[in-house]
């Protein structure tokens, strides 16, 4: 059972910037992928970006693809998101999940295996 910490997730005004993390217990065997989710209240959880490991392939949805962009530190086993620009419909709950290769690393639900608890990020 993989365990998934987020953090960073805080009150930020317009345009600013904001770097999560999401660290794992432990590693995977082979390959898998790991991905940022968000959900905002009344709304479907949906996929952010994705990153395939060990490649490091990354894929980021189209709606945020110039502001985000999804990172990894092998040796401390932690994903980032790091957001730019922020608007004010980016504010969400912001899940880390690890889970199956390639459906998860294409942003797909039903290849989450874990989650983390979530962050809060708060846009106005």
């Known amino acids: 059972h993989v365990q998934l910490v987020e953090s960073g997730g805080v009150s930020v005004q317009a345009g600013g910037s904001l770097r999560l993390s999401c660290t794992a217990s432990?590693?995977?065997?082979?390959?898998?992928?790991m991905a940022w989710f968000r959900q905002a209240p009344g709304k479907e959880r949906e996929g952010v970006a994705s990153m395939s490991i060990p490649a490091d392939a990354t894929y980021v949805t189209p709606s945020v693809q110039t502001r985000f962009n999804i990172s990894r530190d092998s040796p401390k086993n932690t994903l980032y998101l790091q957001m730019n620009d922020l608007k004010p419909e980016d504010t969400a709950v912001y899940y880390c999940a690890t889970g199956s290769f390639p459906a998860l690393c294409g942003l797909g639900l039903h290849g989450a295996r874990f989650w983390g608890q979530g962050t809060q990020v708060t846009v106005s």
């Open positions: 432990e590693r995977s065997p082979g390959t898998y992928c």
